[in-house]
């Protein structure tokens, strides 16, 4: 891959970046997440909303496994199909709010509070208006919200901006979502904060590391990552920070920033699963070879691709769009993209191996002509 790091963390803010405000996610900005899933990148999403927000916009994109930085930063969990709930917590920054929630009420009685109840929802002095937290909520004392350590604590009223100041006086992380909404996680805790050690756990190079954002909560991860990107339509703060400025949400700025980070090769006209497979072998730094493995009928419920690094097999991407389809439609695929495989004598068939012992896996080389 001339010009491009290899197994780049790539966070990904999404309301803003991935997510226009209506709530949709763009085929382009789809396609162009699965192209750089398949070319061996980390795609993380790092986002302010709370995990049961985020949860569901991980399976849009089809997420299944890695990992997801939500809360600003107070959470990262690992995508596992097989845990309950379909994560496992890898993370957690829990603080005493007590002091900020009692502060913002002396400055504003009519805020709202809502501290965030992980998984579940928000427990909250008020019911906020539909949309404007994701999850459920329920109503609880003052008290109450300030009885046990907290993930995060979402204030909103309006003007409440200005009082941005004063509460971080208190020694916790306050974060402006525009002038009528505040977040608040624990002290140091941020997008950035919760990267970095994702970054070190992965023992991904700092300079491996992409970071794509629109809002103030995105600051310290664009100023943190070896290419801070900003999109089009952020405010100058964020473009100040920044390495780079990509297009707007309206222009699919975001799969500009994505597409940079794929082998040179053109996938213009392919399938999603032939360009996810060309890319794939395209930026494996070895001998390659796929994967594949089956649900409870004949689709395949996963392909992968692996490469030989130092004598060994290792995996290198995963292959998206092959969930759901045949291991023919996997040949199909190799041969409108141009790729080659080993047949049988009369040349009519892949020569799929099935692995032994342990799962029914099945493998095929796969090259380039």
Not at 13 to 42: C, E, F, P, Y
Request: hydrophobic content about 45%.
């Amino acid at each position: 891959m001339s010009g491009v790091e290899r197994g780049m963390l790539v966070a990904l803010d999404v309301d803003g970046t991935i997510m226009s405000a209506d709530g949709t996610i763009a085929a382009t900005v789809d396609r162009s997440i699965a192209l750089a899933r398949a070319a061996g990148h980390q795609i993380v999403p790092a986002t302010g909303r709370s995990l049961a927000g985020v949860l569901p916009v991980a399976d849009r994109l089809g997420l299944a496994d890695g990992y997801v930085v939500c809360s600003n930063g107070a959470m990262t969990v690992r995508l596992d199909p097989e845990a309950p709930g379909g994560y496992r917590f890898v993370r957690t920054e829990l603080f005493d709010a007590t002091a900020v929630i009692r502060r913002v009420l002396e400055l504003e009685p009519a805020v709202r509070v809502a501290v965030e109840e992980p998984g579940w929802g928000w427990r909250v002095n008020e019911l906020f208006e539909p949309g404007q937290v994701n999850g459920e909520q329920k109503v609880a004392s003052v008290a109450d919200l300030c009885s046990s350590p907290a993930i995060r604590v979402a204030v909103a009223a309006p003007g409440v901006a200005r009082h941005l100041g004063l509460l971080r006086e208190t020694g916790a992380t306050v974060t402006r979502a525009g002038e009528s909404w505040l977040d608040v996680t624990g002290p140091g805790v941020t997008k950035a904060s919760a990267l970095e050690v994702l970054r070190e756990k992965l023992d991904i190079p700092r300079e491996a590391t992409v970071a794509v954002g629109d809002s103030e909560n995105d600051f310290e991860a664009l100023a943190w990552a070896g290419r801070g990107i900003s999109m089009g339509h952020a405010p100058a703060v964020l473009k100040s920070v920044a390495d780079e400025v990509t297009g707007t949400i309206d222009e699919h700025g975001v799969a500009t920033a994505l597409d940079s980070l794929l082998p040179p090769i053109d996938t213009t006209g392919l399938s999603d699963l032939a360009a996810q497979l060309a890319v794939a072998v395209e930026s494996a730094p070895g001998v390659t070879k796929l994967r594949v493995w089956h649900g409870a009928g004949a689709d395949l419920a996963g392909a992968e691709v692996h490469t030989a690094v130092a004598r060994a097999w290792r995996r290198h991407a995963p292959v998206p769009a092959a969930v759901g389809v045949t291991m023919l439609a996997l040949t199909d695929a190799a041969d409108q993209t141009g790729l080659a495989y080993p047949t049988t004598d009369l040349g009519l068939r892949a020569c799929w191996t099935r692995t032994e012992p342990g799962p029914a896996l099945f493998e095929l080389s796969i090259w380039q002509r």
